[in-house]
């Protein structure tokens, strides 16, 4: 696996730093800039009977690489906002619990411009769970709680994919963007000698998002 990694980004430097990618950035600067969003996230749970979406947001920041001019590659680091309402009913217990997920998320987007005002963009992230809060209603009332969560009971890495399209106006862009988590959101626990995963389910989360470059 690391050697993987240490391919890939020798390849990403040998890409950016050709001969080609200097003449496209000649004509098609590097863009900084900020980025904010509305997200709808959704957990996607193997023993829930149902899963309900909660609206919350993402903001941070976002660099434009021109290889071409028509491909770029688009690193941003934001802060994101994840979870849902999950029902379930297992062998311990049945109720409702809901997750409000804090990430610092990463992406590295490959961004394809069809058109000169239209592009189409996918790739992998990694997040970094910081803080977050659940709730959990049931009909045993030990299981009744609301509390900020303890971080080392969950899955500090959250990564995946993400995929979308956007639209760009000289300095301003707008998009719409999934995102869909490959790990587990929680980790292992133990009751009664019983092993089990809570929340045993991956992110996922719909964005509807507006960039600044600001160069």
Do not use: C, W
């Amino acid at each position: 696996m690391k050697n993987n990694y240490s391919l890939l980004i020798a390849l990403l430097f040998t890409v950016l730093l050709s001969p080609n990618v200097s003449s496209a950035q000649d004509s098609n600067p590097i863009r900084l800039g900020i980025k904010a969003g509305v997200n709808f996230s959704n957990l996607y749970a193997k023993n829930a009977d149902k899963t309900t979406m909660l609206t919350g947001f993402n903001a941070g920041f976002f660099a434009k690489l021109p290889v071409s001019n028509y491909f770029a590659v688009q690193p941003e680091l934001y802060f994101t906002t994840k979870g849902a309402e999950i029902k379930y009913d297992n062998a311990f217990a049945t109720g409702t619990a809901s997750f409000h997920l804090n990430y610092i998320e990463l992406p590295l987007m490959f961004v394809g411009n069809l058109t000169k005002n239209f592009n189409v963009h996918a790739g992998p992230y990694v997040a970094f769970l910081i803080h977050g809060k659940v709730k959990n209603e049931s009909n045993v009332d030990l299981f009744d709680f609301e509390d900020n969560i303890d971080t080392k009971d969950y899955n500090t890495l959250d990564a995946g994919l993400a995929i979308g399209a956007g639209i760009d106006m000289k300095a301003v862009s707008i998009g719409l963007r999934y995102i869909h988590g490959l790990t587990n959101v929680g980790k292992e626990r133990s009751f009664l000698g019983t092993t089990y995963t809570y929340p045993d389910a991956t992110n996922g989360v719909i964005n509807l998002y507006i960039t600044l470059a600001l160069n």
